[in-house]
C-alpha cells in the first residue's frame, strides 16, 4: 500500500507543479529571478491537463485501494494531503489568468 500512496503523492506534487508552471515565472519576474530559462515553462502547459488528470487517477486509485485493503483509517491523512494537493492543482489551473492578472498589477 505504501506504494500507491507514494505515487499519489509523486502524481499530486507533479500535478502541482504543472498547475503553476504559468503563474511561477510571473511571480519569479515579480522577484527579479528572469532569465531565458523560463520559456521551459511555455512547454510544460502543453501537458498540463494530461498531467492534471493522471495525478486524479492515481489519488483515486490510492483511495480505492486503501479502502479496499482495510487500511484506509490508518492512511485517512496522507490520503487527504494528496487530494488537497490535486485539487489545488486543478484551482490554479481553472484560475491561472486570475491569479496572473493579479501578479501583473503587484509589478
Known amino acids: 500500500m505504501q506504494k500507491y500512496l507514494s505515487l499519489s503523492y509523486l502524481g499530486s506534487v507533479s ?4 498547475a503553476t508552471c504559468c503563474v511561477l515565472p510571473m511571480t519569479m519576474l515579480l522577484l527579479g529571478l528572469g532569465g531565458s530559462w523560463l520559456a521551459i515553462f511555455g512547454k510544460i502547459a502543453a501537458v ?15 483511495w480505492l485501494l486503501s479502502h479496499q485493503r482495510g487500511s484506509l483509517p490508518k492512511l485517512k491523512c496522507w ?8 485539487g489545488l492543482a ?4 481553472f484560475y491561472e489568468a486570475r491569479i496572473n492578472d493579479f501578479l501583473i498589477m503587484q509589478m
Open 90 to 93: 486543478w484551482v490554479v489551473v
Open 48 to 62: 498540463s491537463y494530461y498531467v492534471l488528470a493522471i495525478s486524479t487517477a492515481l489519488v483515486a486509485v490510492s
Open 79 to 86: 490520503l487527504w494531503g494528496t487530494t488537497a494537493m490535486t
Open 15 to 18: 500535478a502541482l507543479g504543472v
